[in-house]
Structures are given as C-alpha cells and as structure tokens.
C-alpha cells in the first residue's frame, strides 16, 4: 500500500477511537446559567472551575456581583451567538451544531427510549438530561427561541436568582454541588 493510503486509514482509526477534544468518562456538560455550553465534566471542583471563569468574564465592573446589566448583556452575547443563521431565531439544530464539540459520550440515561418521530429526524439532536435553558424560553412553542424570549427568560433566571440575595460567585456555581459526578 501506498504511504498516503495507510496514513488515512491511521488517522480514521485513531479519530473512532475516541481521539480528539477530550471527554471524561462519566462527564456531564456544564453551561452557564444562560444556556451557553462551557463544557463536560466529571467532579464538582472543575464545574466550580467553569462557572467561575464564566462569572469572571461576565462580572464587567469586577466588584464580584452581577447585575442583570451584566447577565443580559451576556445572554444577548450568547444569543447572537447561538443564532447561526441570523435569522432572529435559535433552533435544537443551531443549539445541537453549538454544543456536539463539547457534549460528552452518550450513556444509557441519556438516549431517547419514545418511539421515532415520521416526521422529524431527530438522530442528529442531543437528549439532555436536565432542563434546556435556551429551549425553555420558548413560551409560544414554536420550535424556536426570539431574542425576546429569550432576553424575558433571562430577566425571570435573575430575579429567581437574586431572590435571597446578590448574585455572587456562590450563587452561580450553587449547581454544582447538586450534581452526581460518577
């Protein structure tokens, strides 16, 4: 065989076997509170990690609390962001094209047991075990998520958040310790 042919076939057997963006096994994808993947990790101190780099990045006035100035200004940032196309509108798809880099390995609690849809195909979409933050501010429940939405849905996120207090370090990386790393 040529040199060239057993190269790609090296780099097609290495690139199944898993080499690539490392994912941890047992790792669970971890995303900021507006929904944007930061990405997959196996024990609470690197989800402490993420968040804390995320609230770093968003804490503009650097006095170690958000203000919903700050939460918006980086939700629209991540709207913009999410809605690939420019259409004004976030989809699964976009969502999914965004978040397969980052997503780790599939396990069994993680793939859809429902029957097919005829009508869509959905093999290509992420079955995520907790609620889809950018999804769930779709409130007219057309498949897709406005700015408006999603900016509202921000604004209710920053509310519940601060209900007890300022929203701090602590707060964003709460979740954390909910969490069940294997």
């Not at 997503?103 to 009508?119: L, Y």
């Amino acid at each position: 065989m040529k040199p060239v042919v057993i190269s790609a076939i090296l780099l097609a057997l290495l690139g199944g076997c898993g080499f690539g963006p490392e994912r941890p096994a047992g790792a669970q994808l971890i995303s900021s509170p507006n929904g944007e993947p930061l990405g997959a990790v196996n024990d609470t101190a690197r989800c402490e990690s993420l968040l804390e780099g995320w609230f770093a990045a968003v804490d503009t006035s650097r006095d170690g609390l958000l203000s919903q100035a700050e939460l918006e200004a980086d939700a629209l940032r991540w709207f913009l962001r999410a809605d690939t196309d420019g259409d004004g509108f976030v989809t699964v798809t976009e969502l999914t094209a965004l978040r397969r880099p980052l997503e780790p390995p599939p396990t069994p609690r993680m793939v859809s047991r429902g029957p097919a849809s005829p009508f869509r195909d959905d093999s290509n979409l992420i079955v995520h075990r907790e609620l889809d933050l950018v999804m769930a501010a779709d409130v007219n429940l057309d498949w897709r998520v406005s700015r408006e939405e999603f900016m509202a849905a921000t604004a209710r996120r920053y509310a519940t958040a601060t209900r007890r207090g300022p929203y701090n370090r602590s707060v964003a990386t709460a979740d954390c310790e909910k969490r069940r790393f294997r």
